[in-house]
């Protein structure tokens, strides 16, 4: 088996050295469309021997092996204009035609991946060598696939630091955890409607394919499994992650989840299991808040998706999704809003985690939120997630694990009351105006995390109090 980790060490040496690329997110996107088309010509190899009628939807000389494969190949200059004036713009407009087989889909693919991404890289030497190092990788050798599938997950976290591109990565313990608590089922409809990087997507095809006793078993998981992103580059690296876990095509839409009317979308569009971390602190794009009834119009995307989610539902079907505190509290419309989720779905479980789960991208304070669509809710069961013991918060180095998850997953077979763990009636609720933001009543205020900003606002206060006491004092010497 190639030694994957170091050619991919080495891969990065390489691009830190050619000056097209700006920092992470650039550096991600280049090698994210590199070996999103060398995956897909190994697999089109694979597919021309395995089926008699299949026949690549690339054009001879844009396969990987006419240009890239041969390591003596074009380089320099050459490579470079051939990538820019001739690969992108040929495989921006393949030709799709209406039909439904394998290689019409696989057309779409590859045009929609590079309808929205760039190649960076402004040295041809360097390009070179990059294409060199992949070479030594066959993602026809399952080992050697799976085995990237899981170095993969490590290039995809470096975008948790790389600014606005933070949004689109959620740590690989939520995604599990929420998957597993879920526990979708084979010949069930699992969507994710903001699936960014596509952690939450191949949870769920790993999860499924647990329950696989047949080649029907396997086809039905890449027909279910359902994911819509609108911006190009995580849209590019959800695309390769699921080929990576042996989805041939992926059943994701390059599109934006808000915009159609909630009416547009029916029965026929709804699913039985939502699994979700929708984009929050955003404004909605495009005037896309009119799509929705009026009483619930607003610019903040995470409430707009609230409401789609809770649309999409099947009745009896199921949704784990992220939350930041902010979409727990508020009036208005955003009352409004969570009105409808508990007269709609039986909000059952919040799990409250640490502000540091989401940093460096965000330090904001988010929620796991776990419902049923059908019945209204009842009594809501709060558990908080504290850090481990001696750690401060969650960073880089220090990640959120899996294993943290572990109380939770024996709590929530046989829930009781504790010093982390608390139960809320409706009626309760309703008396706060449905305000779902509730502390832990048993928290001693010591343990209480504040932000830098209320430290600020705090020491700021305590310094104005001192000032006054002295004032006080000298006066009172004079």
């Known amino acids: 088996m190639a030694n994957l980790k170091g050619i991919l060490d080495s891969i990065r040496k390489i691009m830190w050295q050619d000056t097209g690329l700006n920092g992470d997110a650039q550096r991600i996107e280049q090698l994210g ?16 021997v395995i089926k008699d009628d299949y026949e690549s939807p690339i054009p001879a000389e844009f396969h990987w092996d006419e240009w890239a494969g041969d390591d003596e190949g074009i380089t320099g200059d050459e490579l470079q204009v051939f990538v820019d004036q001739k690969l992108f713009p040929t495989l921006r407009n393949l030709k799709v035609g209406m039909s439904e087989d394998l290689a019409n889909q696989r057309a779409l693919l590859v045009r929609e991946v590079f309808e929205g991404n760039n190649n ?50 959620t740590p ?34 790993e999860h499924l394919r647990k329950q696989a006793n047949s080649v029907e078993d396997i086809e039905s998981i890449a027909k279910n499994i359902i994911g ?63 799509n929705f009834p009026q009483n619930y119009r607003t610019k903040e995307s995470a409430d707009l998706f609230l409401v789609l989610m809770v649309h999409l539902l099947k009745n009896g079907g199921r949704a784990g999704i992220v939350l930041p505190d902010g979409s727990l509290t ?10 409808k989720l508990l007269e709609d779905c039986n909000l059952h479980t919040i799990i409250r985690l640490p502000n540091s789960v989401f940093q460096p991208y965000a330090g904001v304070s988010t929620n796991l939120l776990f419902f049923t ?57 309703i008396d706060r105006n449905y305000d779902l933001d509730i502390k832990n009543p048993v928290k001693v205020e010591e343990e209480i995390e504040h932000s830098s900003e209320e430290l600020m606002k705090m020491l700021e206060s305590s310094f104005a109090e001192s000032n006054k006491l002295l004032n006080q004092l000298k006066e009172a010497i004079k």
Not at 268 to 289: D, T
């Open 330 to 339: 508020g009036d208005g419309i955003k009352q409004r809003v969570r009105q």
């Open 33 to 48: 469309w590199m070996l999103f088309l060398k995956i897909f010509s190994d697999k089109d190899k694979e597919l021309e």
């Open 172 to 205: 690989r313990a939520i995604t599990e955890f929420i998957c597993e608590m879920i526990d979708p089922q084979l010949g069930e409809k699992v969507l994710d409607p903001s699936c960014g990087t596509g952690g939450y997507l191949t949870a769920a095809v």
């Open 228 to 290: 819509w992103e609108y911006k190009p580059l995580p849209y590019l690296l959800a695309t390769t992650n699921l080929i990576l876990h042996d989805i041939e095509v992926p059943n994701i839409s390059f599109r934006d989840s808000l915009d159609q009317p909630l009416s547009a979308y029916t029965e026929k569009n709804r699913v039985n299991v939502i699994l979700a971390n929708p984009p929050f602190g955003g404004i909605v794009a495009n005037n896309n808040e009119k």
């Open 120 to 169: 960076y890289m402004k040295s041809g030497i360097n390009l070179r060598k990059v294409l060199n190092k992949l070479n030594e990788i066959d993602f026809n050798i399952a080992k050697d696939r799976h085995a990237f599938g899981e170095l993969y997950e490590t290039i995809l976290k470096e975008l948790q630091s790389a600014g606005k591109s933070g949004e689109f990565y």
């Open 373 to 429: 669509k059908g019945e209204p809710t009842k009594d809501i069961w709060y558990y908080e997630h504290r850090l481990p013991e001696g750690q401060k918060a969650y960073s880089k180095t220090k990640p959120l694990l899996l294993k943290e998850f572990a109380p939770i997953k024996k709590w929530w077979k046989k829930r009781e009351e504790s010093d982390i763990s608390w139960k809320v009636d409706i009626q309760t609720i």
